[in-house]
């Protein structure tokens, strides 16, 4: 176990929807990164927040968004959702950037 | 990504052998992180390595960085059906104004049969 936690382990949901994933980072842990894999694109970074202020974006759609909140747990909001973004969401944690980043279980989003 | 080769894509070996994968940046690292995956499954953190030349070690596993930080090796020593995984390379590395926040680019992964 990570210590880090993330709500729903699956999300079966229709095109066009939106969907709300959330994390709770390892105690202590400031750095959240979210994170996509897919069979084609492999593991992806979307976006990294630190203590509550957004720090790094990778290739994130405008569809996706995400925040952190004051109690360090994160959120992330995707939303008109296409059949290309069924994958597996991961959030991880990090005490510092240059930290060991830990990974949670995983979301797995299915878009019929 | 590319900018982050792992070889090889796959891997076969009996229980009881040795082997290594390897991971390969064009690109100069501020830190190397090595995961196993089972599939499906989430990540589970084995190591970070930051400095050029450093090599760690746990249980069976030693992962090595050379150097000019451009290359790391995880060796498994007298392999088990435990260690089988999708095992992963994740590299830090400076942005364009040389800092770093801590994402990682992974590698394409290593997938590791192991037979009893």
């Known amino acids: 176990d990570s210590g880090v936690t993330q709500t729903p382990k699956h999300l079966i949901t229709a095109t066009g929807q939106r969907v709300t994933l959330r994390c709770s980072p390892r105690?202590?842990?400031?750095?959240v990164y979210w994170y996509q894999q897919s069979l084609d694109q492999g593991l992806q970074f979307l976006i990294q927040?630190?203590?509550?202020?957004?720090?790094a974006k990778g290739n994130i759609l405008e569809r996706f968004s995400a925040q952190q909140f004051p109690d360090l747990h994160s959120e992330l909001n995707l939303s008109s959702l296409e059949l290309g973004d069924s994958a597996l969401y991961f959030c991880?944690?990090?005490?510092?950037?240059?930290?060991?980043?830990?990974f949670g279980p995983g979301t797995r989003l299915t878009v019929l | 990504s590319q900018e982050l080769e792992q070889s090889p894509q796959s891997l076969i070996v009996q229980e009881g052998k040795n082997l290594t994968i390897n991971c390969t940046s064009s690109?100069?690292?501020?830190?190397l992180y090595w995961y196993k995956q089972k599939y499906g499954e989430g990540l589970i953190f084995l190591m970070m390595?930051?400095?050029?030349?450093e090599e760690k070690s746990h249980e069976k596993i030693t992962a090595k960085l050379d150097e000019k930080k451009q290359q790391s090796s995880l060796h498994i020593t007298a392999s088990q059906p435990s260690h089988a995984g999708i095992y992963l390379c994740?590299?830090?590395?400076?942005?364009?104004?040389?800092?770093?926040?801590?994402?990682?680019?992974f590698g394409q992964g290593t997938i590791l049969t192991v037979h009893p």
């Open positions: 991880a944690s990090s005490a510092r950037w240059a930290s060991e980043q830990f």
């Open positions: 105690s202590g842990d400031l750095s």
């Open positions: 927040y630190y203590n509550g202020e957004e720090r």
């Open positions: 690109k100069t690292l501020y830190g």
């Open positions: 390595l930051q400095k050029g030349g």
């Open positions: 994740g590299a830090r590395r400076p942005d364009a104004g040389g800092t770093s926040y801590g994402k990682l680019t």
